[in-house]
């Protein structure tokens, strides 16, 4: 690839340099009508040198060329002696003052040649700048609207490939070196061997790899780090579609909007561990609110149990065998509603840890509320609950042991809580 590129580089300058020299034959051939015009109707001299002048200020605006300019200025000088000195249509010069003059003429057409380039140069600098500041100021006020990462590679690699009609992929890190995100813009020329070593190798070393440098030249795209306080986060690579070299305007260009990738995406970090935070303080409260919960439920079934064994114990020869059979049976299902508990907070802990896998399977809506209703019917509580079911039958995924935990919670709840409660479901959900 970096040796089709400098072919049809050289290819391109031997076509500009064709075209200049024509050009600047075209325009002096202009020059000397328009001149020999002037002479059959007997204008002065002078007038034909300004025409040449005028003449070379053109060609060296067009070419853009200081070599260019300075064969404008020559060429100028001979055809002004050839057609215009005498003797005429030869290099010789009879009159000894006509030395002076094409001093004066080379010199001053070579001069005011150079300032034409030069200002021109400068006024395309000046231009090229004012599109470099917008396109930043365009491309920061987009970054700045970003909200993920997916969104900022997505700007990204669009910002830069509209700017150098090039493919453009960027892919950003986590804290932990891992591979995160990754966004191609245009086509996918990026993944062959080669261009996945310099990608990593400008990650891990944190300098430009790839095309048009020694590291990776036979890459097809070159890739530079995004910088941050942090170190490498991220790693843009490049590959313009006429398959040239990138200028180091277009480095420039580069390295200048990497500052503005490197702070948003800093940002969606920070943003994201903030929100990591937020999720383990509301952990933390839900496990603490979960603590309360348990302690109250688990003193429930022991101060019953503890007040029944104790006047159990103190009025032993009091209680008739009845009374005794009734305090025991109460006893025990204190104890099994404790024992249904704890194997509770066992399964949740177990499935929060991960070690519990889900076996979804269709279940039917009306039978889990069937199931729940005689969950708590076992405790022979006084509650009245109102169920409404659809006419339809609605089926969702369900695991059976999540479905009973559900369930024994629900009866703990009812055990403790109101004396009227309502179940209702529509098909709508």
């Known amino acids: 690839m970096f040796l089709i590129a400098n072919k049809n580089k050289k290819v ?34 002078s007038n034909f040198i300004m025409i040449y002048l005028l003449g070379n200020l053109v060609y060296s605006y067009l070419a853009g060329g200081y070599l260019y300019s300075l064969m404008a200025s020559v060429f100028g000088v001979l055809f002004y002696n050839f057609f215009f000195t005498e003797p005429i249509y030869t290099l010789q010069v009879y009159n000894p003052d006509y030395p002076i003059t094409f001093i004066v003429m080379f010199s001053v057409g ?14 395309q600098m000046v231009i090229e700048r004012e599109e470099k500041i917008a396109s930043l100021h365009a491309i920061g006020k987009n970054l700045l609207e970003v909200s993920s990462l997916e969104q900022l590679a997505k700007v990204t690699t669009n910002k830069i490939g509209e700017q150098f ?16 995100y990754k966004e191609v813009e245009g086509a996918n020329i990026f993944e062959n061997e080669i ?39 991220g790693v843009i690579g490049i590959a313009l579609q006429n398959e040239k070299i990138l200028t180091k305007e277009q480095k420039a260009f580069i390295d200048a909007m990497i500052p503005q ?6 940002r969606e970090r920070l943003y994201e561990k903030q929100q990591e935070v937020q999720l383990q303080i509301q952990g933390e409260r839900l496990r603490a609110d979960m603590l309360r919960s348990i302690s109250h439920d688990l003193r429930t079934p022991l101060t019953g149990i503890m007040g029944l064994t104790s006047t159990f ?48 399977e269709q279940e039917a809506a009306e039978e889990i509320i069937t199931e729940a209703i005689a969950h708590v019917n076992k405790r022979e509580i006084n509650h009245k609950i ?13 695991d059976e042991m999540m479905g009973n935990i559900t369930n024994k919670n629900r009866e703990l709840f009812l055990v403790a809580g109101g004396s009227r409660l309502g179940a209702g479901l529509s098909a709508q959900e």
Not at 261 to 266: C, G, Q, R, Y
Not at 330 to 350: F, G, H, K, P, S
């Open 261 to 266: 990738i490197a702070v948003v995406l800093e």
């Open 386 to 398: 109102h169920v409404k079911l659809p006419d339809d039958i609605i089926l969702f995924y369900a």
């Open 165 to 180: 009609k090039a493919y453009v992929i960027a892919q950003f890190y986590d804290s932990n070196g891992l591979h995160c």
């Open 195 to 233: 261009d996945k070593a310099a990608m990593q190798e400008t990650y891990q070393s944190g300098s430009p790899c790839g095309f048009g440098t020694n590291l990776y030249s036979g890459a097809k795209g070159y890739y530079t780090p995004i910088l941050s306080q942090n170190g490498v986060v």
């Open 313 to 360: 114990l103190n009025n032993y020869d009091k209680i008739d065998d009845t009374v005794k059979k009734d305090f025991l049976s109460t006893i025990y299902n204190d104890a099994d509603w404790l024992n249904e508990l704890v194997e509770n907070i066992l399964q949740t802990t177990r499935f929060e840890e991960g070690k519990v896998k889900l076996n979804a």
């Open 110 to 123: 070579f001069i005011t040649s150079m300032l034409t380039i030069r200002i021109k140069n400068e006024s």
């Open 12 to 45: 391109t300058t031997i076509i500009s340099v064709v075209r200049n020299l024509l050009l600047m034959v075209l325009i002096m051939l202009l020059c000397t009508g328009i001149s020999i015009l002037f002479k059959y109707v007997n204008m002065f001299e």
